[in-house]
């Protein structure tokens, strides 16, 4: 989940688990065992690492840098600090005045954005691949030289309490949601809100977000990615010039708390008004890429994904195939699962009736579907099957401008590699079916999982 600063919706990563460390590439060159967007990449002197990804479809460039940091990073009663510090970052330099540059990407014809979740924090353009340098400019000045005053953060402070009334507190889903992950997450940062608690944002400061600017803007804590119609030299020539004279930093080691045991499965409810159509999740807590390379256990991340396919993978998986086209009793169902965390990641499960229809018997369907799942297992023909079409997926990957950044970027940010980006079609193909079943059964137990009903208010 991401908080954009704007109204924009980015494409979903294609794919999950991905990357480890650029630090060891410290020439320009190319990656031997490319196989999906076979990237250059290169470290600059003060740790900037920069990844460009050629795309000669059109005469266009993305470039975004993304910050290792995010939500789970912040002080305990500074929630939605990160998110906070994204909105500033439009408020100007020391040579660039509040929002002059956004103008001048306008002027050009590009568009902007930018987006923060738990573990990172990122800023993109796309503009003609001609205007590069300007977005290079202007993006190194803000990574060394924002300028904040209360004039600009206090008034900004609203804006966000503004966003958070629009697309939480009057929106019963995203209410939901917000409640779910506090239940789930015992303990781990991940249950605090990206874009914070209405009562700590009010309370937020331009002392606050010029520590937060100071302590986690740094080249060494950033990652630079360059994609379109551009030379890899020319990239290299620009980054030195801009980002290359900015000094590195002191950046703190990320310190995360770690969850307890969970021995009971949760429930939440929601009801409102405003709820036209029910709907029931299951989310169970399951690792992260990061997480499960460090335990030995980096297959289970890619039967994950498998398995998330099978069942949940679109209209011909297990979910609508039989709750919605067989059955007939459920509007929508499906299954999710991306690896792309720092820490934790979860499995969820939604189902929802058709209209007029009640949840207890699609949320019945469903737990049969889980409970078939963990005694069954899944078959030999369902993983070959669901491991083809994930395969297929990547090599549509470079289709889009946008997909590389993203898919680089998160992974990158969250403790994968471009050796893991590059891999993971042969890593998808080498899943088995006992990888699969493993991976299932240690993930999908009760006791770590919560049960979130969204219902229509009653009206007697």
Do not use: C
């Amino acid at each position: 989940m991401a908080v954009l600063r704007r109204p924009v919706r980015l494409a979903a990563p294609l794919f999950g688990a991905l990357a480890v460390f650029l630090a060891g590439f410290a020439g320009l060159a190319g990656n031997a065992g490319a196989k999906v967007f076979d990237p250059v990449s290169f470290t600059l002197d003060n740790g900037l690492q920069v990844v460009v990804v050629v795309n000669r479809r059109a005469p266009i460039v993305h470039h975004s840098v993304w910050y290792r940091v995010g939500a789970a990073d912040e002080q305990a009663g500074e929630s939605g600090l990160a998110h906070f510090l994204e909105h500033l970052m439009f408020k100007g330099t020391e040579s660039l005045a509040p929002g002059e540059f956004s103008d001048i990407i306008a002027a050009n014809g590009g568009r902007e954005n930018a987006f923060t979740s738990w573990d990172y924090t990122a800023y993109y353009q796309t503009v003609a691949a001609d205007r590069l340098e300007i977005m290079m400019k202007n993006e190194a000045d803000r990574m060394a030289n924002l300028m904040l005053t209360d004039d600009v953060v206090l008034p900004e402070r609203e804006v966000v309490r503004e966003e958070r009334r629009s697309r939480i507190d009057n929106e019963p889903g995203s209410q939901l949601g917000e409640i779910s992950r506090a239940v789930l997450f015992l303990n781990h940062p991940y249950r605090i809100p990206i874009i914070g608690w209405d009562h700590e944002i009010e309370q937020l400061s331009t002392g606050a977000a010029v520590a937060f600017y100071d302590k986690w803007y740094a080249p060494n804590n950033a990652v630079l990615i360059v994609a379109g119609d551009v030379d890899p030299e020319e990239v290299r020539a620009l980054a030195e010039k801009y980002y290359g004279v900015i000094p590195r930093k002191d950046v703190p080691q990320r310190k995360r708390v770690v969850e307890p045991p969970q021995n009971a499965p949760r429930e939440v409810t929601l009801e409102s008004p405003r709820v036209r159509q029910p709907q029931v999740r299951v989310t169970y807590l399951a690792p992260s890429h990061r997480q499960a390379v460090e335990q030995g256990l980096r297959n289970d991340t890619y039967a994950l994904q498998v398995l998330s396919e099978i069942i949940g993978g679109g209209a011909t998986a297990r979910l609508y195939s039989r709750l919605v086209v067989e059955q007939g009793i459920a509007g929508s169902a499906g299954a999710g699962y991306s690896p792309n965390d720092y820490d934790y990641s979860t499995f969820t499960f939604y189902v929802a009736p058709r209209p007029g229809g009640e949840v207890a018997p699609v949320e019945a369907a469903l737990r049969a579907q889980i409970a078939e799942l963990l005694q069954s297992g899944v078959s030999e023909e369902e993983v070959a099957a669901a491991k083809k079409r994930l395969v297929a997926a990547a090599v549509f990957a470079r289709d889009s401008l946008a997909t590389a950044p993203r898919v680089i970027g998160a992974a990158l940010t969250t403790g994968s590699s471009l050796e893991d980006v590059e891999a993971w079609p042969e890593r998808v193909a080498e899943v088995t079916v006992e990888d699969v079943n493993r991976a299932m059964k240690d993930v999908l137990r009760d006791a770590q999982s919560v049960t979130s009903y969204l219902l229509p208010e009653p009206t007697s």
